[in-house]
């Protein structure tokens, strides 16, 4: 199985979460761009893949993102570590998924933007209603970027 955008691969409080994003985002910040999900589910390889980056060298990189069906990656890509968790440990991986990751869809949806400042907004709307629901941008949940890892798209619970 591929990764996956359906939000219907979450556990339900993060559909609902979801759904109340959706809705509130376009509300309370009109003129930004809207929040997108880049993935919900991650199969085994594709967490491989995406623990290599930035560990592995880049021929290793990709042999395994080829396995898992994902684009080769630039050697500068390869200098950046985007996830912490490893293989078997992602919320990613379980099935519902108890995770998701987000970007922002630009206006003229032909792009996505990754803006800080909308993802900080995001979590402000999640954490008011869904207080359970964690940040990767604030893991530990005391207000402030954690100093060891920021994932500014991803949410759990």
């Not at 979460?17 to 003129?31: G, K, S, V």
């Not at 930004?32 to 999900?37: A, C, G, I, N, V």
């Not at 629901?133 to 005391?142: E, H, K, S, T």
Request: avoid cysteine; charged fraction near 25%.
């Amino acid at each position: 199985m591929p990764s996956t955008r359906n939000i219907k691969d979450a556990v339900v409080r993060l559909q609902k979460a979801w759904a109340y994003l959706e809705q509130q985002y376009p509300i309370l910040f009109p003129n930004d761009p809207k929040p997108f999900l880049i993935e919900v589910f991650r199969p085994a390889a594709v967490q491989r893949a995406y623990y290599a980056q930035g560990r592995e060298k880049l021929a290793i990189v990709n042999s395994l993102r080829r396995g898992a069906e994902l684009a080769a990656i630039s050697e500068a890509e390869n200098r950046r570590i985007i996830t912490k968790s490893k293989p078997g440990t992602s919320k990613h991986e379980r099935w519902p998924s108890q995770a998701f990751d987000i970007a922002f869809l630009t206006p003229d949806k032909k792009s996505l933007d990754y803006t800080p400042r909308l993802f900080n907004q995001a979590a402000v709307i999640l954490r008011a209603e869904f207080p359970d629901v964690r940040w990767g941008g604030d893991f530990n949940g005391n207000g402030k970027a954690d100093d060891s890892f920021v994932d500014r798209p991803h949410f759990e619970v």
